[in-house]
């Protein structure tokens, strides 16, 4: 099963995150991990300590911080038995680095819509 | 199906009740308080272990009360804001709740104008996906209620300015997920879903460290997951 993972201001719809994942999946515009964006290269980092070879432009043998990958996002690929560990692992990693993660199997879209133009004061 | 006079009725009667609860509560706590002077009072021909372990059991009374009373308060808030604000749209009697969203008689997110059936469709489907691919996830609405008041601002848009929602305000998310050891109110898009302010603005508090919403069955959230899910008009969610 494929992952996809993003940062982006709003939450894709299904629509749009499927775009991206061809886009991802064709490996336009590449960027050397230096170049990605930090909390996109603090979780190739995580992930790479938990299933590195999930990361699709990576390998066992290569540290993924000496690979490109691609601006739109990074393509994770797991194998069957990880049907029912993936998701819960990956989105753990998502949700605290506030990123969108995308099943394509599924058309699930998950993240935070931070994009209406509000602010929050801290509690008095 | 009920007139818009009836649901209405029906409503001030249940705000009725709800005011006369919290007034009986509000006698009780009285009473409770004078019970608790007079046994101060009698702590001198008592046993002070009896009059203290009599004493202690009508401060848990009181507490108690006090709790009820809060829920009142949250009932009779809550009351008044689906009286403020009911309107009954579309052929399924859905109508726009305090927190902005337009919702099925059955709880539902109903479509931006109150008419879909994708929302619920969505909500299902996405719970079910999430299940299905080994998440922790509590399928039931989760009712939280905001213990302090939340300030912001709208920046832009025909909302612009300062925006105030009041503590015990009721923010209703569509299940609860668990991230790590953490749990995350689920909140469902399908299909032309948007947030509205309030909710947007709750959901952001509950972002901040510190801050979390608590479920009526204990359940803590220090945050918000969103979903989107491909959706079809003519043939629900894939």
Known sequence: MDLVVWKEKGLSSAEEAEARYQRIRANTDPMPFSELDEQMQAFIRDAAGKFQEAI?????????????????????????????????????????????????????????????DIEVYDNE | MPSIGDVGDRLWHAHEQSEQAAASARQAEGAIGEAESNLSIALDGSSASEAEEGLSLLRQTRDVIEDALRLCRGGQDTLAQYIASITVRGPGGSRRHPDGAYRSPSGKYAGRYGTSRSGAEAEAKILATLKSRGNEVDERQQYTTTPVAIKGRIQSGPRKGELVIPPGTVRRYDGAVKRGAQWFGIEVKGGTATKTPEQRAIDDWLKKPGNTLTTPDGKILVGVREYNVRYDDEKGPN
């Open chain 1, 56 to 116: 699709v432009g990576a390998s066992a043998e290569i540290n993924p911080v000496d690979r490109s990958f691609s601006r739109h996002g990074v393509l994770l690929r797991f194998g069957e038995e990880m049907n029912m560990t993936a998701y819960p692992m990956t989105s753990e990693i998502t949700t605290t680095l506030d990123l969108t993660l995308y099943d394509p199997e599924m058309g699930l879209v998950e993240g935070y819509d931070d994009s209406m």
